[in-house]
């Protein structure tokens, strides 16, 4: 479709009350895998857009946000970050990220091998990320490929989840998180994303909440992002070595959100959310 | 319109490729003044909505953030901000937060004395706003106010404008922000809504620059702001005497976003906005 006088528009609810539309020029993709609906839209305003199930996942145009934040706040803390595991990110984003660290070993899995091969297919950075020789896929259940690893394996771990609805549900659990800290090395971090403060503030609360039993050193952090729900999203970083408020930072990589200020800048909280997580 | 099978829904173009929508449960007001076309809804998701135009001016559910943001960063530097100026704000939201400080009288210059009536009648805080014995307020147009005023009038002057079309153009040129200095004390403190970078980052140059040619310390700032274009918001400081991350500021009144440490992180920018802005 890409009528001068037929428009096709998109519209994703981020409650069943309100949410986001925007103008699609034509379907690049649209499957289905074991595990969900996966498509691409060539969208006006954005780029090119991936939805998983109806969500927006990702627009060119403004992802870069949510992947450098999910990963340099822990990379660039680590000197050394010699193994790094992603879970979920099957779209590349994050992978692009961490690839661009002194890593030797990134290990990525993701339950639905069908998001990966499609990211490869029509996002430019998926397609170098996953041949970087650094790089192993593993198309596997989170959960389960966690609890096959050795103790200590993984200088940082990162959950680029979906929604905790569906596939993502068990990835939000503390029993999940506890499972995660024993394959993390000592002076490891975890960062995960971890939702809207504006739509969906019980997942962080709950979610914090189950990481503070665990780590040292639990904080959150928010960026904006403009094609999510509520324009912000939240993350959250755990570790028992690093203060991340505290520690120095590395800024030896290129990006576009992130620099050392930023670091600190995304740990400050407002009023609201300091009363909601009691911190 | 309150029925449970037959929804309105209300949307709003950011760009023409893309915007918010929402549901209306029903229009409390809708009526048109010399210069817009006013609308109050009330909606399922944010509460009372406040359109002029067409386009959301503020929700409920999420004012407070773009309001003591516009405020709070100037204002709580001051010791004795003996008069404040407000330009715009006849939804008495900046009138609201100025009114916690320790100010002695407050002017409020709205070209559009509609938008002051039908806000007392339909949000809380704009009655009791304008009905504080510290404020003056004057239905004109901004400009002309502003050139009426005598040297050296106001410790701060918040420009909280709408859209730099129609009414408000004129709130956005150079020759205005002279005039403004020169009502301005010494060390007194400008701040400005400077829109989205997103979506209007030439406007925030534009502004940016035209500042910098008057004022000593010149910084943007932003906060997230769910219902508006983008989800965040920038505004913009100015001032001789006060530099915003490093002078000490008070934080002896209530808020629900701000905070000392807020004030020190919304003056930090993400990279790509040092390198669009040169800083």
Known sequence: MNHQKTHLWFQEYHTPHTGLFFRVEKTLYCGKSDYQEIVVLESTEFGRVLLLDGLVMLTERDEFIYHEMLVHPALSLLTHPDRVLIIGGGDGGALREVLKHPVRQ???????????????????????????????VFVEDGVSFVAGQKPKTYQAILVDSTDPVGPAKALFEKSFFEAIRSILAPDGILT???????????????????????????????????????????FLFASDAYNPEKSPCRSNFQSRYFNPRIQRAAFVLPEFLKKALGV
């Open 106 to 136: 990134v290990d990525l899995v993701d339950i639905d091998g069908e998001v990966i091969r499609v990211s490869q297919e029509f996002f430019p950075w998926a397609k170098s990320a996953f041949s970087d020789p650094r790089t192993s």
């Open 192 to 234: 995960l994303q971890s939702e809207s403060w504006f739509y969906h503030l019980n997942i962080l609360k709950r979610t914090y909440t189950a990481l503070k039993g665990l780590f040292t050193h639990v904080r959150p952090y928010w960026a904006p992002t403009p094609t999510y729900p509520g324009g912000s999203w939240c």
